[in-house]
T-cell receptor, first 113, second 113 residues
Framework: KQEVTQIPAALSVPEGENLVLNCSFT??????LQWFRQDPGKGLTSLLLIQSSQREQTSGRLNASLDKSSGRSTLYIAASQPGDSATYLCAVDRGSTLGRLYFGRGTQLTVWP | GAGVSQTPSNKVTEKGKYVELRCDPI?????LYWYRQSLGQGPEFLIY????????DSGLPNDRFFAVRPEGSVSTLKIQRTERGDSAVYLC???????????FGEGSRLTVL
């Protein structure tokens, strides 16, 4: 069974810091890896999708990398802002169905002014 | 509506009761997914539909859980003889097709007393 682990579980930083969130998975036979954001009491918002043939994706201040062979992904957040405060979830799939996902427990990020 | 709509947003019930949770996907989305998120955990896959049929229901925890999507649009997740361990946020997501990006609703928070 696919196990997804996220480190750290929680992170509290001052505004402006560059951050690294880590995700690891046990079964490297994945098709895609996604990073989501979840605000309290809300659903999930997709941030970045890395397909198996890719090694990284960038969107604004966010950059995610994928190393399938080692079973790891990293989400890099540049110049963090208080509005980035949320829980960040990593998820992988294992087949052609993009939505059949295995999630980690998330990293709860707090960015204070 | 513009996004995935889930009702009710909150449901409190007593142990042993029957519960229905509704999901209204984005118009035109053929794929629909149900996930369950317990406190402090990542979402866990329950079932997904392609059109009217349940393409994969392997995540349903037991036969007390059942989901339908009779006309290929709105879906209902049904839980019989609820138990305290069923307390969680039930998330619904839809996508244009099985390879499309997922869009999540805000969830239905179920509390079983």
């Amino acid at each position: 069974k696919q196990e997804v682990t996220q480190i750290p579980a929680a992170l509290s930083v001052p505004e402006g810091e560059n951050l690294v969130l880590n995700c690891s998975f046990t079964d490297s036979a994945i098709y895609n890896l996604q990073w989501f954001r979840q605000d309290p009491g809300k659903g999930l918002t997709s941030l970045l999708l890395i397909q198996s043939s890719q090694r990284e994706q960038t969107s604004g201040r966010l950059n995610a990398s994928l190393d399938k062979s080692s079973g790891r992904s990293t989400l890099y957040i540049a110049a963090s802002q208080p509005g980035d405060s949320a829980t960040y979830l990593c998820a992988v799939d294992r087949g052609s169905t993009l939505g059949r996902l295995y999630f980690g427990r998330g990293t709860q990020l707090t960015v204070w002014p | 509506g513009a996004g995935v709509s889930q009702t009710p947003s909150n449901k409190v019930t007593e142990k042993g009761k029957y519960v229905e949770l509704r999901c209204d996907p984005i118009s035109g989305h053929t794929a629909l997914y149900w996930y369950r998120q317990s406190l402090g955990q990542g979402p866990e896959f329950l079932i997904y539909f392609q059109g009217t049929g349940a393409a994969d229901d392997s995540g349903l925890p037991n036969d007390r859980f059942f989901a339908v999507r009779p006309e290929g649009s709105v879906s209902t997740l049904k839980i019989q003889r609820t138990e305290r361990g069923d307390s969680a946020v039930y998330l619904c997501a839809s996508s244009l097709n099985l390879q499309g990006e997922l869009f999540f609703g805000e969830g239905s928070r179920l509390t079983v007393l």
